[in-house]
């Protein structure tokens, strides 16, 4: 079994400053995870993932995230937020075979940023 | 990128009537995926198949029937549309075995 819990569902922040939102797991297999963007009334976009290569994961818009398993965390950090950052983010995890072969998410987080 | 449609983009019905939306891949991909999405609630799987007649539940499947009878196709049935399952549907391919997923642009669903 595996699941995802994303702490707060809403997270305020100022242009400028440091975005930080958490994931954590839970697998019962070595853990492929995710965070994905969606934009107001769009579709999902990826924004990283960990494979089990590097466990400091860059992606795309200045995001990047750290796998680490002594925590079970998979935390989403952005130096500078940006007012085109305000969005929801969801973390998921897949397991790499038959019934964990499967994407779970979390509940997702708001992020507003103010000007 | 995988090409993979969801049909209709949005529909409203009446309670009580059965719906059947449409995901289409134009590949081959053996997984594919239906989720619901709701405020607070983010993405939930509702069944899942993993090739032609082979499907499974996820984690909110009562009420929802799926059928997958060619490759490109997965059908997701709602038998008899309830106000509960107004919701934003998406269907999901696998790409690159457990670590790359397509979604759809999603169905917009409004049960009243």
């Known amino acids: 079994a595996q699941s995802v819990t994303q702490l707060g569902s809403h997270v305020s922040v100022s242009e400028g400053a440091l975005v930080l939102l958490r994931c954590n797991y839970s697998?019962?297999?070595?853990?492929?995870l995710f965070w994905y963007v969606q934009y107001p009334n769009q579709g999902l976009q990826l924004l990283l993932k960990?494979?089990?290569?590097?466990?400091l994961v860059k992606g795309i818009n200045g995001f990047e995230a750290e796998f680490k398993k002594s925590e079970t965390s998979f935390h989403l950090t952005k130096p500078s937020a940006h007012m085109s950052d305000a969005a929801e983010y969801f973390c998921?995890?897949?397991?790499?075979?038959?019934?964990?072969?499967?994407?779970?998410f979390g509940k997702g987080i708001t992020l507003s940023v103010r000007p | 990128d995988a090409g993979i449609t969801q049909s209709p983009r949005h529909k409203v019905t009446e309670t009580g009537t059965p719906v059947t939306l449409r995901c289409h891949q134009t590949?081959?991909?053996?997984?594919m995926y239906w989720y619901r999405q709701d405020p607070g609630h983010g993405l939930r799987l509702i069944h899942y198949?993993?090739?032609?007649?082979?499907?499974d539940k996820g984690e909110v499947s009562d009420g929802y029937s799926v059928s997958r009878s060619k490759t490109e196709d997965f059908l997701l049935t709602l038998e008899s549309a309830t106000s509960s399952q107004t919701s934003v549907y998406f269907c999901?391919?696998?790409?690159?075995?457990?670590?790359?997923?397509?979604f759809g642009s999603g169905t917009r669903l409004t049960v009243v």
């Open positions: 998921a995890v897949s397991g790499l075979t038959g019934a964990n072969s499967k994407l779970t």
């Open positions: 697998s019962s297999v070595p853990p492929y």
């Open positions: 960990y494979t089990s290569a590097a466990t």
């Open positions: 590949e081959n991909h053996r997984y």
């Open positions: 198949s993993y090739g032609v007649k082979d499907t």
């Open positions: 999901a391919i696998q790409t690159e075995g457990p670590y790359g997923y397509t």
